[in-house]
């Protein structure tokens, strides 16, 4: 439920602080696509305090971290290697003192007195190069699209999930589910096709403008030659 309301937020954020404009065409795609998501993927909802506060922390800093991602690499022309070689650093500092405390907090047991054998630091390092490939595709993901765009390749992945997961390890599978992942594919081609129509508008208007432009002025230029001619 809370990875759903990222992107309605995502969308308020840059309209309401970047000025960005969202068709109606393609707000009703992102509707259909949450829509297929929440069949398939919601089935028991339950609401409480903290977890209410918790998620909407979660969805509020998940946005402003990705539309960050995406206005930094644009406003500055920095690549995605560039943007995540700087702030890598602040990123590992500020686990390595929070994770440890918060790792005491929630289980009660102290990382530093764990038993660290070889295959686990073994593991350790693997998830550790994993997690930069990671960062490193959702840092050039957003920066080449779009943090709305990024998401719906997140809700992708998880049809694609539910999808491979009844296909090959036979989880169980309901009508709700396929009904729900269909529903989303139909958002998601929904959606890239007005994005794709929206972005070869905005291509050709440049080019229609300066043409406009070379006609007037060789309007002007004939006008000008005709006139000296007369005289």
């Given amino acids: 439920?809370?990875?759903?309301?990222?992107?309605?937020?995502?969308?308020?954020?840059?309209?309401?602080?970047?000025?960005?404009?969202?068709?109606?065409?393609?707000?009703?795609?992102?509707?259909?696509?949450?829509?297929?998501?929440?069949?398939?993927?919601?089935?028991?909802?339950?609401?409480?305090?903290?977890?209410?506060?918790?998620?909407?922390?979660?969805?509020?800093?998940?946005?402003?971290?990705?539309?960050?991602?995406?206005?930094?690499?644009?406003?500055?022309?920095?690549?995605?290697?560039?943007?995540?070689?700087?702030?890598?650093?602040?990123?590992?500092?500020?686990?390595?003192?929070?994770?440890?405390?918060?790792?005491?907090?929630?289980?009660?047991?102290?990382?530093?007195?764990?038993?660290?054998?070889?295959?686990?630091?073994?593991?350790?390092?693997?998830?550790?190069?994993?997690?930069v490939s990671v960062n490193f595709s959702t840092f050039l993901v957003i920066g080449k699209t779009s943090p709305v765009t990024y998401q719906v390749l997140g809700h992708l992945k998880t049809c694609l999930v539910l999808a491979f997961g009844y296909i090959l390890l036979r989880d169980p599978f309901s009508w709700r589910n396929i009904l729900g992942i269909l529903i989303a594919l139909v958002g998601m081609i929904l959606y890239s096709y007005y994005c794709t129509r929206e972005t070869q508008k905005k291509t050709q208007e440049p080019a229609q403008m300066s043409q406009g432009k070379r006609d007037d002025s060789e309007s002007l230029l004939t006008m000008e030659g005709g006139t000296k001619v007369s005289t």
């Fill in 1 to 131: 439920m809370t990875k759903l309301a990222i992107i309605p937020c995502t969308v308020f954020l840059e309209t309401a602080f970047l000025q960005k404009k969202f068709s109606r065409s393609i707000q009703g795609s992102l509707g259909v696509l949450l829509l297929g998501v929440g069949i398939a993927t919601v089935t028991d909802l339950q609401l409480n305090a903290l977890g209410s506060f918790l998620s909407f922390l979660a969805v509020l800093t998940t946005c402003v971290a990705q539309i960050m991602t995406n206005t930094i690499q644009k406003k500055f022309k920095v690549s995605s290697t560039q943007l995540l070689y700087q702030s890598s650093p602040y990123q590992a500092a500020t686990l390595l003192f929070s994770g440890p405390f918060l790792d005491k907090l929630l289980t009660n047991e102290n990382v530093f007195a764990f038993n660290y054998t070889t295959q686990v630091v073994f593991f350790i390092i693997l998830s550790c190069s994993i997690s």
